[in-house]
């Protein structure tokens, strides 16, 4: 009896936030819009009723360990719809998305086309959006996308197949874009909308701005969105200023929407639109008025949503340990308190009454958990020899250990974790940075140009006549021959090699993985070859400890590859001779800054050992402007940015005051 009214005050509770966010929403025209009506026996998404954890959730969003099961999901649906439609002899309508996120469905897709024989021959696409001015053929066209993701791998009849055109006369884009939506009203409107979703929260190219009765039209592209394409197009100054994309409006007349993200640089904008009010600064918001519409994230993109960022405001929790530290350093961060001065009035009034309940007054719980936070400092990141080690990150034993660290794409190592590697090898141990790709496609060709005319010079090889006419040739974004991705890797190896230099690194390694050099970004496809050269790289080392990034990357990107094909060859039956392997250590690809509570290791930094990482970061010179993620300034700035903000974190919690540190948290191996 308790618990149905219970469940009732939760779903009140729910309509009435629904119905705030509805009042709250002030440009947005009042009346919903009208979805077609369910047009089939065929019954694709059972939208389940809200848990109590996701109370303040106004999507309906199903959070998955990995995207893998996710996509695994999405397939069936889409699948199940396709069959569905082929038995009443009738056609499937299918709105289709760009960008890294839908890769592994379209990979599913094809996989289950080839290997259960699913047939799209009654299948009709229309893609949600195309760069403006870039032509079909285009390599960083939307079109050329689709074809290599998904359409020159499965048997749909070419006539089915739309995506809005970027070469359109500028005079009639208008008339163009009513007709792609006659299009799709004449397709019988689309069944199952797919969506990405961008860092600005846009969906499609609906940047901030667009509202919710959009339609199809020509838009600007937002910075922030063209900043996180510049790789795509070789730099920011390639990519297109505008593109042309379905309206949030003509999105919501879809029957059903899924809206797919992965990776913890999503987390921030999903929490905006999945929690936050409907509001045309985050377009996706919108999407809260589709009765039929799901989130299907990874965990690491659900990270900021309510239920996990603090999820006793969300319902009974259980007090482990990981999350009593959680809600103590959160608290002190909310109230801007040192741990040790937080009192029992604080806990309670701020929703933390269970924490006292169960574990005892505020005296000692701060106690505790400033202990456990102090306890992740250390200066010894490969443990300190002769002390005792029952407190400390790291085991003392043995005193100079085997190091093995992972660096996806040379500078990423250095990002996350020079001075680390600095103090590792001053002291004396074994240490190993193995970069894992050589970086060749992040090499803007100014800096080919550069090298090219610096060894002319001095007639140092043979061939370069041949790559200077390719450089004068080709345009920003046509593929590399492979001698000049060649050219390109020794460029970044040697600002590799002198930048480990100035960490006392005297060698470093060079995997070269095939998947890179087979591929292109968001079109990586590593496969058993690539597991079995980290297998044997761990095999030759014998590490006592690993160093790695990327596990909150999204899964597509080199550093998300990298994490995988990692831990999957620690994890491989050839792994007996790693047994000795105690930690693996994850440090910060530098997306988010960690929370104090996430960290298992703080190194801090005096300084000095600052200005050595520092000056190691910048003999990175051709990654000036490259790097994705970052909204302002270089990736190097970013990075002392976060070490400093690390620090002044663990000071504002009543911890020493440092200058910078560097986090760490523990993947895997007991502490000790
Ligand atoms: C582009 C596309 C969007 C996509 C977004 C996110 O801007 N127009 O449809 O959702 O990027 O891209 P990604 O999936 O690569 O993170």
């Known amino acids: 009896m308790a618990k149905q009214s219970a469940s009732s005050i939760v779903v009140l509770k729910v309509i009435e936030t629904q119905r705030a966010a509805f009042r709250a929403t002030p440009n947005a025209k009042r009346e919903t819009p009208t979805f077609a009506e369910p047009e089939s026996a065929v019954k694709l998404l059972a939208v389940t009723p809200r848990t109590e954890a996701e109370q303040f959730e106004h999507i309906k969003t199903r959070v998955f360990r990995r995207s893998d099961d996710a996509v695994r999901e999405v397939a069936d649906l889409i699948a199940n719809l396709v069959h569905g439609r082929q038995m009443e002899n009738r056609t499937a309508v299918l709105g289709l998305a760009t960008g890294s996120t839908p890769v592994k469905l379209y990979r599913q897709l094809i996989r289950r086309h080839r290997e259960d024989g699913l047939s799209f021959r009654n299948v009709i696409t229309f893609n949600l959006d195309e760069y403006y001015g870039l032509s079909p053929e285009h390599p960083e066209s939307y079109h050329n996308f689709m074809r290599v993701q998904l359409f020159d791998h499965i048997d749909i009849p070419p006539e089915n197949v739309h995506v809005p055109d970027g070469l359109v006369d500028r005079g009639k884009v208008f008339e163009y874009c009513q007709k792609y939506e006659e299009l799709i009203t004449r397709a019988g409107g689309i069944d199952i909308q797919i969506l990405g979703i961008g860092r600005t929260g846009h969906i499609g190219f609906n940047e901030p701005g ?44 879809a029957r059903e929407i899924i809206l797919l993200a992965w990776g913890e640089s999503k987390a921030a904008v999903l929490r905006a639109a999945i929690e936050g009010p409907e509001t045309d600064s985050v377009p996706a918001s919108f999407l809260q008025r589709h009765p039929q519409c799901q989130c299907f994230l990874d965990e690491t993109a659900a990270g900021d949503l309510m239920r996990f960022r603090t999820p006793w405001k969300v319902g009974p929790v259980q007090w482990t340990p990981e999350l009593t530290r959680k809600a103590v350093a959160w608290l002190a961060g909310s109230l801007k308190k040192p741990v040790l001065r937080l009192r029992d009035e604080d806990y309670t009034e701020n929703g933390l009454a269970t924490l006292l309940v169960e574990i005892g007054a505020a005296y000692g719980l701060n106690i505790r958990i400033f202990n456990e936070l102090q306890h992740t400092i250390t200066g010894w990141p490969g443990g300190k020899p002769n002390a005792d080690d029952s407190h400390r990150p790291v085991p003392a034993h043995p005193a100079h250990k085997r190091i093995l660290v992972f660096s996806p794409e040379p500078l990423d190592a250095e990002l996350g974790m020079a001075g680390t590697l600095n103090r590792l090898v001053n002291q004396g141990h074994e240490v190993t940075l193995v970069y894992v790709t050589s970086g060749n496609l992040g090499v803007p060709d100014r800096e080919a140009r550069m090298a090219v005319s610096l060894l002319n010079e001095i007639q140092a090889a043979n061939n370069l006549g041949a790559l200077a006419k390719e450089l004068d040739n080709k345009t920003a974004y046509d593929e590399d021959s492979a001698a000049l991705r060649r050219f390109k890797g020794l460029i970044r190896k040697a600002e590799a090699r002198a930048s480990s230099q100035i960490l006392g690194l005297a060698d470093v390694q060079f995997l070269d993985l095939p998947f890179y050099e087979r591929g292109r970004y968001r079109q990586f496809r590593p496969d058993d070859g690539d597991v079995a050269a980290v297998v044997r790289l761990c095999e030759s080392i014998q590490p006592h400890q690993i160093y790695l990034t990327g596990a909150g990357a999204d899964p597509s990107s080199v550093a998300g590859i990298v994490y995988r094909l990692v831990t999957e060859a620690l994890d491989s039956p050839a792994r007996h001779s790693n047994a000795g392997t105690s930690q693996i250590w994850l440090y910060s690809s530098g997306e988010r800054p960690w929370l104090p509570h996430e960290i298992n290791m703080a190194v801090p930094l005096s300084p000095a050992e600052l200005a050595v990482k520092l000056d190691s970061l910048y003999h990175h010179r051709s990654q000036r402007s490259q790097t994705p993620f970052i909204e302002s300034g270089e990736s190097w700035q970013h990075a002392e940015r976060t070490n400093r903000s690390t620090a002044q974190q663990y000071d504002q919690l009543g911890l020493a005051e440092y200058e910078a540190i560097e986090a760490f948290r523990l993947l895997a191996g007991a502490k000790r």
Do not use: H
């Open 210 to 253: 667009s509202g919710i009765d959009s339609r199809t039209r020509m838009v600007a592209l937002d910075r922030l969105t063209r900043r996180d394409a510049a790789r795509d197009f070789r730099g920011e100054s390639n990519v297109p200023e505008y593109a042309i994309t379905m309206g949030v409006g003509t999105i919501l007349e």
